[in-house]
Nanobody, 127 residues
Framework: EVQLVESGGGLVQAGGSLRLSCAASGFIFEDYAIGWFRQAPGKQREGVSCASASDGSTYSIDSVKGRFTISRDNSKNTVYLQMDSLKPDDTAVYYC????????????????????WGQGTQVTVSS
């Protein structure tokens, strides 16, 4: 069974940090780029960061560059999202998903390319 399971969310004050984890099983993890998405209340889900399958390349949207760092450990079938300098606007449910069409992250994150969605983990940043 294909599974992606997120963990590491929680409540943090503005300026604080959290590290999210996305643990994968049931597919050949190292063959897929993995993305992190988020959905705030009343807003559409947006792609945040992407880690390519095996060459170490990554992409993040401008609003999180310099604050969020995506990484992956293929030996552990896990992708991480280190979130620093958190802001109240970062409050959302965070999801990870596998890019079913690409091994390398392009310079944009297009939701329809992704599948195997996890259940999400809540991140709340208080002001």
């Amino acid at each position: 069974e294909v599974q992606l399971v997120e963990s590491g969310g929680g409540l943090v004050q503005a300026g604080g940090s959290l590290r999210l984890s996305c643990a994968a099983s049931g597919f050949i993890f190292e063959d897929y780029a993995i993305g992190w998405f988020r959905q705030a209340p009343g807003k559409q889900r947006e792609g945040v960061s992407c880690a390519s399958a095996s060459d170490g390349s990554t992409y993040s949207i401008d609003s999180v560059k310099g604050r969020f760092t995506i990484s992956r450990d293929n030996s552990k079938n896990t992708v991480y999202l280190q979130m620093d300098s958190l802001k109240p606007d970062d409050t959302a449910v965070y999801y990870c998903a596998a890019n079913l069409m690409r091994r390398l992250c392009p310079r944009s994150i297009t939701e329809y390319e992704y599948g195997y969605w996890g259940q999400g983990t809540q991140v709340t940043v208080s002001s």
